[in-house]
Structures are given as C-alpha cells and as structure tokens.
C-alpha cells in the first residue's frame, strides 16, 4: 500500500539550499585551489545523504497498525505518563542519527487536534530527560474511531531546528509527511496504554515501514 504524495522528491526540499550553497563553494574552490575544495565537497555529500527523503511503502494495511514515524533506533518502550494530555500512555521512542532519513512521517490517520511547541534545552535526544528539557513539538491527533495519540519531534544535540507543517484540523494520512528536523534529533509517540508495542529497544525501524504498535480493537 502507498503512502500519500507530497512534493518532497528523493531529496527533500529543505535540503535543497544547504546542497546548492555547498556545491557552489566545492566548485568555486576547485578552480582556485584543489585540496581547499575537499571539505565543501564533503559537506555536500553529508546534505546530500542527511536529506535524503525516499518514498516508502506501508508496513502494514491495519488502520489499528501505528507506523514508525521516524527512522532510527528504538530507546524507549514504557508505560508513563503523556504529558501534553496528562494521562497514562504506552510511550516509544525513536531515536535518529545524523545518518539516517530525518524526514518525520504520521504513525496514525486522523484529524490534528492541535499542535504544541515548547523552547528547550539541546540535550542528546537519546537520553530519556531530552523528552521533558529538550525543545520539541507534540502534534496531537484524533482517529475516525476517536483514539487519541500524540507525536512529538524532539531537538537533539546537534539538532537546531524543528520543521512541523500540520496545524489545527489538519487531515494527516498514515505514513503522510508532517515534518522534518536538522541534524540530529528523536520523535516521541505516546499511545493509549493498552496498545501493544512491536518493538523492544534497540530495534532499528524505518518511518512508515515498521510498525511501532497495535492498538487495542
């Protein structure tokens, strides 16, 4: 099953200025000096790869079936509470490198409740206090069936900048693109506590591919 089009192709939009700039700095260097153009060249393959954005299949066609929204590695599965609804929650948490696609993705269908965005701190994301110190961005989203769930794009040690285009009454797909962060971050999900997690940390998930959970029918 496909996953909605949006208009980020192969490469996503975001990358597109720091790809130009530093190409033209490679080329402009290459004439004057060879070796000085070494670095300009590197960073250009770095954005290239760090803004990578591929299109991705479903994992699974069960509406009850919640998608990774991030690639990355799996630090937390817990019970605990979500701060942004202030009730118990199944929360888990994945983790992304400066390596890995950074392009942030709906686990769930469902009507956008509101958005929240907090300042903060530049933690190392994969550390459990980044959820509550770090700056961050919870999307709270509702299902046809009334499920409530919240996602939140954490900034990372690196990280310093936090993109999220869904708004209040936003329709997001399963698997649509809400969002994207630089360079280095983690993304939060926060379920009801009787859904069931497949996954334990340490697992390597890929947004949209790998489910996350399923919730309770």
Not at 128 to 145: F, G, I, M, P
Not at 201 to 207: E, L, S, T, W, Y
Request: net charge neutral; charged share 20%.
């Amino acid at each position: 099953m496909s996953v909605p089009a949006y208009p980020h192709p192969i490469i996503a939009r975001e990358g597109w200025g720091f790809i130009a700039a530093f190409a033209a700095v490679a080329i402009v260097l290459s004439f004057v000096s060879g070796w000085l153009a070494a670095p300009f060249w590197l960073l250009t393959v770095f954005a290239v790869q760090f803004f990578r954005d591929p299109a991705r299949e479903s994992g699974s066609d069960d509406e009850n079936a919640v998608l990774a929204p991030a690639d990355g590695r799996i630090v937390v599965v817990e019970k605990t509470l979500d701060p942004f609804r202030n009730r118990e929650a199944l929360k888990i948490s994945v983790f992304m490198n400066v390596f890995n696609v950074h392009s942030n993705r709906s686990p769930l269908s469902g009507t956008v409740q509101k958005t929240e965005y907090f300042a903060g701190s530049f933690l190392n994301a994969a550390v459990d206090k980044a959820s509550t110190h770090n700056e961050r961005n919870a999307v709270l989203l509702q299902t046809a069936t009334g499920t409530e769930i919240t996602f939140v794009q954490i900034a990372g040690l690196v990280a310093r900048r936090i993109l999220c285009y869904a708004k209040s009454g936003d329709q997001l797909m399963r698997g649509e693109r809400y969002g994207l962060i630089r360079f280095g971050s983690r993304v939060d999900v926060y379920l009801p506590p009787d859904a069931t997690a497949k996954v334990v940390i340490g697992d390597k998930v890929k947004a949209t591919s790998t489910v996350l959970a399923q919730l309770a029918e």
